[in-house]
Each structure stands twice: as C-alpha cells, then as structure tokens.
C-alpha cells in the first residue's frame, strides 16, 4: 500500500512508538484522576502507592524518588521469605514445648514403679529407703512439681541420672547417639541421593522393561520390613558365606590398633545394618521420585523443553529433575522420623551400639530419666532435620517468595 509513499510510511511507522507512549502516559494519567492503584516493583518486591495526590502532576508518571517514599509499612518489614522462615521457627518452638511435656507424661503413664530396678531376691528396699531414692531421683511430690523440676534441668542442659545404672544420662547419650547418628545419617543419605536418580531415570523410561523390575523390586522392599530384610542378611551374609560380623560395633580390643584399622573395623560392622536399613527405607524413596517426576513431565515448560530440541539429559537433569526436587525434599524431611524408627529396629537385630539398645532396656527397667533423654533426642532430631528441609526449601522454591 505504501509504494511511491514509502518515505510517508516510513514516517508513519517511526512516529508510531512516540503516539503509543503519548497514549499510555494519557491513560496512566486517567487513572491517577480516578483512584488510587497499587503497583508492585517487581526489582524490590514492595507494593507502592502510585495514585497518592501527593504524587499527581499535570498527567506525568511519578518518579521513581517520590515512589519509593511511599513504601508501604509492610515492605519495610520482613520479606515473604522472612516471615515464612519466622513462622516455621515460631511452630517449631511451641511443637518443642509441647513435645517436652508429652515425653514427661508417656514414662509416668506405663504401668510399674521405676525403684523396683533396685529390687532383686537378695535386695529389699524399706520405706524410709524407698522415699529417700525417690527424692535422689526427683520421683517425690505431685506431677507438677516433678514437671517443673524436670523442666528446670533440661533449661540447665541436666537430663539426669539413671536410675538402673546410677550414670549421668548425658554421658549415657553421648556414648551411644553417635552411633546412632553415623548408622540413621548415612542410610538416610545413601537412600536419598539412590532413590533420587533412580526414580528420575525411571520415571524417563517409564513403562520400558527396566521400569517394570524396579517398580516390582522397590515394591517389595517397601512391604517388608527392616528386622525381616536384616534376619535374612544375617543368615545370608553372615551366617552361611561369613563375610560381615553379625553383631556389635567394633571388634574387643580394636582400641589397642592403629587408626586405619579401627577405621576399617567400624566400617566393616557398619556393612550389613547400613545396608538393611538403605534397602528399607530405598523403596517408598524411589516409588516417590518416580511419581513426583511422571507428574512434572506432564507440564508445559516440559513439552516446551522438547519443541526448543534441548538435550534428553538437560530435560531430564535440569527441567524434570529440579522441579521434583522440592516436594521430594518436603517428604524426606518427614520421612526422617520413619528411618529413626527403622534405626531401633536394626539395631535390635544385629545387637549395633546406639540408642535404640538403650531405649529398648530403659522401657523395661522403667527408667524414667533414660527414656525420657532418648525420646527427647530422637524426637529434637526428628523436628530440627525437619526444619532444616523446610528452610532449605524456602530457597528452592520460588512460590515462597511471592506468598
């Protein structure tokens, strides 16, 4: 149309972008006159006031000075971020507290009197004995009064003394929660970063011929449970081909060796509870994986991943990967109690040093201090690993920061 005319064209298209500026400053102006309009900027992540009279001029758009002195007082706050980091630590605190009074009550509830552990047939404790233990051990007075002495101690960081053993509680824990620690942490780890990148690859190749076994294998390690899985690799492993111990920690009189050996000699009697536990908690982590990833490749940014032709490995590392990342790491978090659990139960089996031994005793002696310290424990390690993913997650996922 514009042929001898092109010059005119040419003038027309140029002065185009001028009228459509012109336009909207007109219509920007229009709504300043009607009401007020709350603009977010985007760079800083606070809400303005833009139609504030103090900022209207004959139809010009307010600066960015004038703006950011309208900054409303919730942007001058925390971030979304922040408060979601202030609530988590707020709900933690008081699932803390609560956690404390209902491990003071469990002990008191089960039936038996915790003195009978100085009882034997040739021990016969008196009255007068009796209420002298029970005031050594803080067992005198009502529920309340017990309650605020239980409380006192562990503000002082005292988790008492044993009443089948007579030893601080706190040396008691910190000989056995290592152990507990380097069996739970490493199978959780292993079961994790295994389950991770089985699952993404087998939900890439899902109804493939591979896909099938693992879903059958991962199937049955989840129904089974940890003492059956850890009996049979006793019998298997160290019974019938004799390449692990069977039992304990280290081998007596190992503490007389050089360090490499100890090292290897911890390592060695680590293999098959390590192994039970990984395998009972891989199951339900690779299924988990599996279905969180089949989900993410249903989505747009997916089938945009492909049209663009980006690599198979880039889509599935970088697109499939990462966004199941997040929830899989929500749902790790909670599984930490689970694995814990799975821990005592292992430890039961192959006779491992650690808190699960001395809960198990504890509970039948009726020792009310020890069991309380290992529930407490436990339970802290539970929460704060929990909240440690929740605070990690506020920073891979970028739905917090626009809450």
């Given at each position: 149309?514009?042929?001898?005319?092109?010059?005119?064209?040419?003038?027309?298209?140029?002065?185009?972008?001028?009228l459509?500026?012109?336009?909207?400053?007109?219509?920007?102006?229009?709504?300043?006159?009607?009401?007020?309009?709350?603009?977010?900027?985007?760079?800083?992540?606070?809400?303005?006031?833009?139609?504030?009279?103090?900022?209207?001029?004959?139809?010009?758009?307010?600066?960015?000075?004038?703006?950011?002195?309208?900054?409303?007082?919730?942007?001058?706050?925390?971030?979304?971020?922040?408060?979601?980091?202030?609530?988590?630590?707020?709900?933690?605190?008081?699932?803390?507290?609560?956690?404390?009074?209902?491990?003071?009550?469990?002990?008191?509830?089960?039936?038996?009197?915790?003195?009978?552990?100085f009882?034997?047939?040739?021990?016969?404790?008196?009255?007068?004995?009796?209420?002298?233990?029970?005031k050594?051990?803080?067992?005198?007075?009502?529920?309340?009064?017990?309650?605020?002495?239980?409380?006192?101690?562990?503000?002082?960081?005292?988790?008492?003394?044993?009443?089948?053993?007579?030893?601080?509680?706190?040396?008691?824990?910190?000989?056995?929660?290592?152990?507990?620690?380097?069996?739970?942490g490493?199978?959780?780890?292993?079961?994790?970063?295994?389950?991770?990148?089985?699952?993404?690859?087998?939900?890439?190749?899902?109804?493939?011929?591979?896909?099938?076994?693992?879903?059958?294998?991962?199937?049955?390690?989840?129904?089974?449970?940890?003492?059956?899985?850890?009996?049979?690799?006793?019998?298997?492993?160290?019974?019938?081909?004799?390449?692990?111990?069977?039992?304990?920690?280290?081998?007596?009189?190992?503490?007389?060796?050089?360090?490499?050996?100890?090292?290897?000699?911890?390592?060695?009697?680590?293999?098959?509870?390590?192994?039970?536990?990984t395998?009972?908690?891989?199951?339900?982590?690779?299924?988990?994986?599996?279905?969180?990833?089949?989900?993410?490749?249903?989505?747009?940014?997916?089938?945009?991943?492909?049209?663009?032709?980006?690599?198979?490995?880039?889509?599935?590392?970088?697109?499939?990967?990462?966004?199941a990342?997040?929830?899989?790491?929500?749902?790790?978090?909670?599984?930490?109690?689970?694995?814990?659990g799975?821990?005592?139960?292992v430890?039961?089996?192959?006779?491992?040093?650690?808190?699960?031994?001395?809960?198990?005793?504890?509970?039948?002696?009726?020792?009310?201090?020890?069991?309380?310290?290992?529930?407490?424990?436990?339970?802290?390690?539970?929460?704060?690993?929990?909240?440690?993913?929740?605070?990690?997650?506020?920073?891979?996922?970028?739905?917090?920061?626009?809450?």
């Amino acid at each position: 149309m514009c042929g001898a005319t092109s010059g005119t064209c040419e003038g027309r298209w140029a002065t185009a972008p001028l009228l459509l500026i012109v336009l909207r400053r007109g219509a920007i102006s229009e709504k300043l006159e009607r009401k007020p309009v709350m603009s977010e900027s985007r760079s800083s992540q606070t809400r303005v006031l833009v139609g504030s009279p103090s900022l209207k001029s004959e139809g010009s758009v307010p600066t960015g000075d004038s703006m950011a002195s309208l900054v409303s007082p919730g942007a001058s706050g925390r971030s979304p971020r922040g408060r979601h980091r202030a609530r988590l630590l707020g709900s933690y605190l008081v699932t803390v507290y609560i956690l404390v009074t209902v491990i003071f009550v469990l002990p008191r509830a089960l039936p038996g009197d915790p003195l009978n552990a100085f009882i034997d047939e040739y021990t016969v404790l008196t009255p007068e004995a009796r209420v002298e233990l029970a005031k050594v051990h803080g067992l005198d007075g009502s529920l309340a009064e017990q309650y605020a002495r239980y409380v006192g101690r562990l503000a002082r960081g005292d988790l008492g003394q044993s009443i089948s053993s007579s030893q601080p509680v706190t040396r008691l824990m910190g000989t056995n929660l290592p152990w507990t620690l380097l069996l739970v942490g490493t199978a959780l780890m292993l079961a994790s970063v295994i389950g991770f990148r089985v699952g993404v690859t087998s939900a890439w190749q899902r109804g493939a011929s591979r896909d099938r076994v693992l879903q059958v294998l991962s199937t049955g390690l989840r129904a089974m449970p940890e003492y059956a899985l850890g009996t049979m690799l006793v019998i298997a492993l160290g019974v019938v081909v004799q390449l692990f111990p069977v039992s304990g920690g280290v081998t007596p009189f190992t503490e007389f060796r050089p360090l490499a050996y100890r090292l290897f000699d911890v390592l060695w009697h680590l293999v098959l509870p390590l192994t039970t536990l990984t395998l009972g908690l891989l199951g339900a982590k690779y299924l988990m994986v599996r279905n969180l990833t089949i989900g993410v490749l249903g989505q747009d940014y997916m089938l945009l991943a492909r049209a663009k032709g980006l690599p198979e490995q880039r889509q599935k590392r970088r697109h499939a990967g990462r966004n199941a990342l997040v929830p899989y790491l929500n749902m790790v978090g909670v599984q930490v109690g689970i694995a814990v659990g799975g821990g005592i139960f292992v430890q039961e089996v192959f006779g491992y040093p650690g808190i699960g031994g001395v809960m198990v005793s504890a509970v039948n002696s009726r020792d009310y201090p020890v069991i309380e310290a290992c529930f407490l424990v436990l339970s802290l390690l539970v929460l704060t690993t929990n909240l440690l993913v929740d605070l990690v997650g506020t920073y891979l996922d970028p739905r917090v920061q626009s809450e």
